[in-house]
């Protein structure tokens, strides 16, 4: 199987807003609405910020914020801060087989 | 606050058998409402789900590592365990735990993960 394709990375200044998108197939990110992001921090345990597709847990900034179409999913962040920078991972369900599927991996930077 | 810890050895040699264990502290892990999983990143790498398991003992993994894999569960130690037969170099990297929420297949609650090194 193969891992969703994610950008290496993506780079913005304070206050302004980037967009990471995590690519699939009919058979995963376009056939569910199971894709979730996670902030990792290095050394830290990955953290939650969205989930079926668009949904964000309690406790998690409103300038993070989801969506999808087609085989794409997308995760944007408003407002960027010095403290967003970090490892960006995409996940979707991809069935009884495959199950889950996690992205390349995006790497934030704040510049 | 549910919270998960992993443990075991940080260096197995080639062949050898990987073995960690997950403490979950804070929830019970014979709760129904989640699944028990393992995911890995190797080193420059992006993450893989490796395989999750029930409280019932049922587990499932990816195929790409099914037969080498196991996951159990121990009720009455509130851990889950993983098990990675025959291992090479290409097996060394972070391992993390992670609860799995059945309601909505999401990875809510991460370990802080333990880096594994396979070398002789």
């Known amino acids: 199987q193969s891992a969703l394709t994610q950008p290496a990375s993506v780079s913005g200044s304070p206050g302004q807003s980037i967009t990471i998108s995590c690519s699939g197939t009919s058979g995963d990110v376009g056939n569910y609405n199971l894709v979730s992001w996670y902030q990792h921090h290095p050394g830290k345990a990955p953290q939650l910020l969205i989930y079926e597709d668009s949904k964000r847990p309690s406790g998690i900034s409103d300038r993070f914020s989801g969506s999808k179409s087609g085989n794409t999913a997308s995760l944007t962040i408003s407002g960027l801060k010095a403290e967003d920078e970090a490892d960006y991972h995409c996940?979707?369900?991809?069935?009884?087989?495959?199950?889950?599927?996690f992205g390349t991996g995006t790497k934030v930077t704040v510049l | 606050q549910l919270q998960l810890q992993e443990s075991g050895p940080g260096l197995v040699k080639p062949s050898e058998t990987l073995s960690l264990t997950c403490n979950v502290s804070g929830g019970s892990i014979s709760s129904s409402d989640y699944y028990w999983g393992w995911i890995r990143q190797p080193p420059g790498k992006g993450l893989e789900w490796i395989g999750s398991v029930f409280h019932s003992g049922s587990s499932f993994h990816t195929p790409s590592l099914k037969s080498r894999v196991s996951i159990s569960v121990d009720t009455s130690k509130n851990q889950f365990s993983l098990k990675v037969r025959s291992v090479t170099a290409a097996d060394t990297a972070v391992y993390y735990c992670?609860?799995?929420?059945?309601?909505?297949?999401?990875?809510?609650?991460w370990g802080q993960g333990t880096m594994v090194t396979v070398s002789s």
């Open positions: 992670a609860s799995l929420w059945r309601a909505t297949d999401v990875f809510d609650i």
């Open positions: 996940c979707s369900y991809a069935g009884t087989t495959l199950h889950y599927l």
